[in-house]
């Protein structure tokens, strides 16, 4: 099994909203800080949020009060609500484990890609 799972990526128009997923397999999620990175065609990984094993929460100025990170620890689950999308935010959306006891070395996911149309 997979370390961390991304979904909820999809097609959608300008302005529109869509919620993203990050499971994560295994104990110890909830002493585990989350983050959501993405990475547009022919661009560099940049970082996108982050929440930590407390709940605190910081975001890229190009997302602040736009999207919002979450956790629900219960569902070892990570969420990135992405609202009032635009064509700049089309990219493929990558969720990381922080280095912890579980993940020594941190963990990436596959991706989920989202697609902003105008």
């Known amino acids: 099994q997979a370390p961390l799972v991304e979904s909820g990526g999809g097609l959608v128009k300008s302005g529109e909203s869509l919620t993203l997923s990050c499971v994560v397999s295994?104990?110890?999620?909830?002493?585990?800080?989350v983050g959501w990175y993405r990475q547009a065609a022919g661009k560099p990984r940049e970082f996108v949020a982050h929440i930590s094993s407390g709940g605190s929460t910081d975001y890229a100025d190009s997302v602040k009060g736009r999207f919002t990170i979450s956790r629900d620890d219960a569902k070892n689950t990570v969420y990135l609500q992405l609202n009032s999308l635009n064509s700049e935010d089309t990219a493929v959306y990558i969720c990381?484990?922080?280095?912890?006891?579980?993940?020594?070395?941190?963990?990436w996911g596959q991706g989920t890609q989202v697609s902003v149309f105008s």
């Open positions: 295994g104990s110890g999620f909830d002493l585990t800080g």
């Open positions: 990381s484990a922080d280095p912890s006891q579980r993940f020594p070395r941190g963990a």
